[in-house]
């Protein structure tokens, strides 16, 4: 028992090594147009994480200057809105005037939906430097984390027009505390507060994604849900990494780290279609579990037994039967057996990957069994014959298949897949053709790390039945008397 549980210690770090190989070889394998993208983040460690600051700066600079991005760079402050006037208004005044004039007018979409200012103040180039020059000495000490946390509690607690003004004027920086405070959906009165926060979240950030106050838990949930996953992918453009932050940004801000933060939001994360991983392999287990259960069962059963039990010429039969059907390829016995009437046949694919793998533990039983019957002393006792023994030899003889069992899994999943394509039948291998045809990598992670706990876990299981039978057998041999030496 300790050290099956040893064993399943190092589980965790083994799949956290698999994750990080299999994200990488994805990550190079599906071309930058498919999949999540992260927006050319690197892959691991990010020595220098880009938050709102810098994103604000960069665009200032350009506007300022008038280079070819400079349109863009509007565009960009606009989109950052009232997350970047902390960092762009107290730099005002270190840009050379025609510059700091080009600034103020980029500022100008931003006052409009804040709904300040008139439109003489942020059409005239003048103007403009002297309502922002106002703006922050009125109202920089507004701009602090504090402050919007206050705002926003209570406009969670109670809907009053003056706290939604306040928080609108702060537009884009209030974004993490409405996005924190939406919370969990339990019931009706959690609705009424996820439609004020979402509503005023959609205002500033131009996402069209609010919930209603007459929507039921459901909607509500799935509303907060894509808010969450929205925001864990774009929380830098409009959060600054102070302190420990940057430091943890090193890791988080990297394509492993956004699909580990999914993974850890959304159980196994979400496709690219936008459904659940979790849900989706809820839906397509049960078919690819009828084939394993049928191979697993049928197939270790039924090889044990033959391979326990045969002797002679029906051995050789049998054994040359095995090479042939595990030589030829399973989806050539997968079409031989397909019905044009009923092609989508699960028992028929059943029926071909119990077979295969009745074969594949034969083989596997027939050399282990030569190789313990060669040199070992004949056992002391009285003959039992009958069906007892047969399960005894076909239990002593069966120590290779079962060693091989965690192994054999990875090679047994790939012939089920095999046949779900050829019998087009939905299950995970399906699934898993269509995640490559599209380049879906949370699918595909998701596969790679359930293949991988699966094959730790029965190669766990099977080591503790080894360790059970070699126990039990020390036991055996120690409480079976020896016989008297003759004289």
Known sequence: MREALRRVLWLPPALFVVSVVAFWLLTRLIPPNQGEGFGGLPYFFNPVPVDVRQLASRAMKSVASGDPNAESSKALLARLGGAALPYVLPELDTLPPRGRAQVALALGPIAERMRIGSHDELSNPEAAILFWHRFWQDRALDFRPTVVRRLVRRLAARDLALRRDDLVELDTYALPELVQAMGRVRGTADVERVARLTSLAAYVSGLN???????????????????LDWWAAHHANFTAFDGMARLTATLTETQFGKWAAEVTRDPLGVTSNGELVLDVMRERTPVTGWLLVAALLAGYIGGLLLGASLKGKAELFVQ?????????????LGLWLKSPAHPE??????????????????????????????????????????????????LRAGRGPISALGPDLPLLLSAAFTLEAVLGLRGLGWETLQAVSRGDRSWLMAMALTCATLTGLFQIASDTLLDAQDDHSSVHSLRTPRRPKSR
Request: charged share 15%.
């Open 345 to 394: 046949s699960l028992w028929r694919g059943a029926l071909v990957l119990a077979a295969v793998w009745t074969a594949w533990t034969f083989c596997h039983t027939k050399p282990w069994s030569a190789h313990n019957a060669v040199g070992e002393p004949p056992k002391p006792g009285p003959r039992t014959g009958g069906l007892l023994s047969r399960y005894s030899n076909a």
């Open 320 to 332: 040359a039967s095995a090479f042939i059907l595990i030589g030829v390829p399973i989806a050539v």
């Open 209 to 227: 994604w609010r919930v209603s106050e007459q929507a039921n838990v459901g909607d509500a949930r799935r509303t907060v849900a894509r808010w």
